[in-house]
């Protein structure tokens, strides 16, 4: 419902009957039986998977699901892309699949790479440079295990932070330069206000990108308790 009323806010009145229409039919695909049957089946789900970062907040409490931990506040985890929404994998339904947990991890990654289109801008606060990544769906921050579609040749010894404050969007900046910890506090204050802004928040965790499936999480980049209370 906080996710819907964050969509509402930026629709037309007149539209919002259809929101909720959308919001309403999506719930049919969630029936116990119809996931348990795709999800339990390797063939079924294989082209379906996504990787992607999730917030500890947003962790189910009733049952355990497929994550790696990244962060104090983020887990690299994998899902299921549906029509409408998508599902986060429980370790019941996996076990059942003839691949090993890296396998299925590599499966999800190329497929949000191949299957997640996404696009990039530059922007510019306190005259500090971000790319600011942006797509469709819930998956676009499966794109930070392999920058390469998102931003292009980087070169052999890539060295950049990433945020994901929101499912749909990554934050890149690159670490050469001048007052570094003037520009991360500026990229984790505008990746704050972003995430305030829009739905689906992720995490305002900080990580270090050094090439493909390279992600690593940096403490010394943590933000602030005061500024982390905005997802968490």
């Given at each position: ?86 599902v986060m994998v429980a370790r019941e339904h996996a076990r059942h699949w003839e691949v090993s947990l890296d396998e299925a991890f590599e ?126």
């Amino acid at each position: 419902m906080y996710n819907l009323a964050h969509i509402a806010a930026d629709a037309p009145r007149k539209g919002w009957r259809l929101l909720v229409y959308d919001v309403i039919s999506s719930l049919d695909q969630l029936a116990p039986e119809k996931i348990e049957e795709l999800v339990s089946d390797w063939e079924q789900v294989r082209p379906l998977l996504r990787s992607r970062i999730y917030g500890a907040a947003g962790m189910p409490m009733d049952f355990e699901v497929m994550v790696k931990p990244l962060g104090p506040s983020s887990h690299l985890g994998l899902g299921v892309a549906l029509d409408r929404t998508m599902v986060m994998v429980a370790r019941e339904h996996a076990r059942h699949w003839e691949v090993s947990l890296d396998e299925a991890f590599e499966t999800a990654t190329r497929n949000v790479l191949e299957q997640v289109p996404v696009e990039h801008t530059m922007m510019a606060k306190e005259d500090h440079c971000f790319a600011l990544i942006e797509g469709n769906g819930l998956a676009v921050t499966g794109h930070a295990m392999d920058l390469s579609v998102a931003l292009g040749d980087m070169g052999p010894d890539p060295d950049v932070a990433v945020l994901a404050p929101c499912a749909h969007n990554l934050f890149v900046m690159p670490l050469e330069g001048p007052d570094l910890d003037g520009r991360l506090r500026t990229m984790r204050h505008l990746a704050a206000e972003w995430s305030a802004r829009n739905s689906n928040a992720v995490t305002l965790d900080v990580f270090r990108y050094r090439g493909p499936r390279r992600l690593s999480y940096e403490p010394k980049w943590a933000p602030s308790a005061r500024l982390r209370t905005v997802i968490t």
